[in-house]
C-alpha cells in the first residue's frame, strides 16, 4: 500500500514565522501535491510537483513556495506565515500522468497561525 | 478555481438505508474521481470513470456520469455508521496537466445506527 505521510498532524506558528511542511511518500510516485482545505471550500491546489526539482503553480500560489530536492519528499514553505494561512493542509501523491490515475492523500497537518 | 459541485451539502440518513449524491462540473473531462474523508483525516480514493463510461460499480458502491449534462452521482447502498464521511468528487480535465485535478466542497454524509 501507498504511503503518504506528513510531518505533523498539528502545527501552531506565530504571524511572521517561517514555516516548513514536509511530505513524504513510499511508492516512488512521480507526481506529488500540496492543496488547503477550508470549510465550503474544499480542496485548493497551491503547488504540485512532476518530477525531482521541477514544480508547478496551483490556484493559490501566494504566499507559498515548494521545494522537492528528492523523489519521495515534497516541501511546502510559507516564507512569512499570517493568521489567513491557518488551514488544514493536505499533501498527496500520484503515479505519473500518462493515464488516469488516483491520488493518495497523507493523513493532514492542521496549521495555526496566532 | 472550483470545478465540481456536491449535491447536497450535507446528508442525513439511518443504517441501511442508501445515500445519494451528486456532483456536477463545468469543464470537458477525461475522469471523474470520488473520494471520502473521515472527520480530519486525508482522503481516500473510492472510484474512478471515464469519460466513455456511464456506470460503475465497486461494493456498495454505484457511480453514474452523465457528460451531456456534465454531472455524475455517488450512491451508496445499505450503508452504515462507518460510511460517515465528507465525500468529494473530483475531476481530471484534458487539458490539466500531470494529474491535476479540480475538487468540489464535498458533501457530509451521516449515517446515525
Known amino acids: 500500500d501507498v504511503k503518504v505521510t506528513q510531518s505533523s498532524r498539528y502545527l501552531v506558528k506565530r504571524t511572521g514565522e517561517k514555516v516548513f511542511l514536509e511530505c513524504v511518500q513510499d511508492m516512488d510516485h512521480e507526481n506529488m501535491f500540496w492543496y488547503r482545505q477550508d470549510p465550503g471550500l474544499g480542496l485548493r491546489l497551491i503547488y504540485f510537483?512532476?518530477?525531482?526539482?521541477?514544480?508547478e503553480k496551483g490556484d493559490i500560489p501566494e504566499g507559498y513556495s515548494v521545494s522537492r530536492e528528492k523523489k519521495e519528499r515534497f516541501s511546502l514553505i510559507l516564507e512569512s506565515a499570517s493568521t489567513n494561512q491557518t488551514s488544514m493542509y493536505l499533501c498527496?501523491?500520484?503515479?505519473?500522468?500518462?493515464?488516469?490515475?488516483?491520488?493518495?492523500f497523507g493523513p493532514g497537518t492542521r496549521l495555526t497561525v496566532l | 478555481s472550483q470545478q465540481g459541485e456536491e449535491d447536497p451539502q450535507a446528508l442525513s440518513i439511518q443504517e441501511g438505508e442508501n445515500a445519494t449524491m451528486n456532483c456536477s462540473y463545468k469543464t470537458s473531462i477525461n475522469n471523474l474521481q470520488w473520494y471520502r474523508q473521515n472527520s480530519g483525516r486525508g482522503l481516500v480514493h473510492l472510484i474512478l470513470i471515464r469519460s466513455n463510461e456511464r456506470e460503475k460499480h465497486s461494493g456498495r458502491l454505484r457511480v453514474t456520469l452523465d457528460t451531456s449534462k456534465k454531472s455524475s452521482s455517488l450512491l451508496i447502498t445499505a450503508s452504515r455508521a462507518a460510511d460517515t464521511a465528507s465525500y468529494f468528487c473530483a475531476t481530471e480535465g484534458p487539458t490539466d496537466s500531470w494529474g491535476k485535478l479540480q475538487f468540489g466542497a464535498g458533501t457530509q454524509v451521516v449515517v446515525t445506527p
Open positions: 498527496a501523491s500520484s503515479l505519473w500522468a500518462g493515464r488516469p490515475n488516483e491520488q493518495f
Open positions: 510537483s512532476y518530477d525531482v526539482k521541477m514544480k
